[in-house]
């Protein structure tokens, strides 16, 4: 059975410090690993795909990592619009092909 | 772009009734989803549509019906409202089941089952 855990559940920054956010998953082969950033009141809103091992994506403060068990999502000095939850989901090569959640990282930047 | 436009944006019902979640997109993608929401949860499916016409039993279907006639649209239906239905639904859509492309969700309808 496919498992993405995230960790932590949440994380209080100050601005201006950065920090990183994990996912780890286990699937017998990955067909693409996903980000998305979920504001409250809203729907996840895509931010990354990670493909295979080694890759990486950046998209202004934040910086995605894909290893062959997990991922990061690094956030380079955060400002307090960066506030929100962060979703990682992973999909299996074969089986339905459905994404597998994680239960998100809650992450408040304060000024 | 509307993407994927869900209606209403909120409900509140009482135990025993039933009603319809719309969800649309507008984007030509094959598959669509259903999810529900619930604190310390996460994300989990009700029902899918590899493709119009096709529908298929998700991690918590029971209480549930679904319905995809039209390319761009599916419906989510309760039939007899509980309480423990009460959460937050989010429709998605995708270019299809198998691609590695992402998903597109639309806001949610927020719905209370009093």
């Known amino acids: 059975e496919d498992q993405v855990t995230q960790s932590p559940e949440a994380l209080r920054l100050q601005e201006g410090e950065s920090s990183s956010l994990n996912c780890s998953y286990t699937v017998s082969g990955l067909r693409g690993l996903f980000w998305y950033r979920q504001d409250p009141g809203k729907g996840p809103e895509f931010l990354f795909t990670l493909y295979s091992a080694g890759e990486e994506k950046e998209k202004e403060r934040l910086k995605a990592t894909l290893t062959k068990k997990e991922s990061f999502l690094h956030i380079t000095a955060p400002k307090p619009e960066d506030s929100a939850t962060y979703l990682c989901a992973v999909q299996a090569d074969g089986g339905s092909y459905i994404p597998t959640f994680g239960r998100g990282t809650s992450l408040i930047v304060h000024p | 772009n509307a993407g994927v436009t869900q209606t209403p944006k909120f409900q509140v019902l009482k135990t025993g009734q039933s009603m319809t979640l719309q969800c649309a997109q507008d984007m030509n993608h094959n598959s669509m989803y259903w999810y529900r929401q619930d604190p310390g949860m996460g994300l989990r499916l009700i029902y899918y549509s590899a493709s119009e016409g096709t529908t298929d039993k998700g991690e918590v279907p029971d209480g549930y019906n679904v319905s995809r006639l039209k390319k761009q649209n599916f419906l989510l239906g309760l039939e007899s409202a509980a309480p423990s239905q009460t959460s937050v639904y989010f429709c998605?859509?995708?270019?299809?089941?198998?691609?590695?492309?992402?998903?597109?969700f639309g806001d949610g309808t927020r719905l209370s089952i009093l």
């Open positions: 998605a859509s995708s270019w299809s089941l198998s691609s590695n492309q992402p998903q597109h």
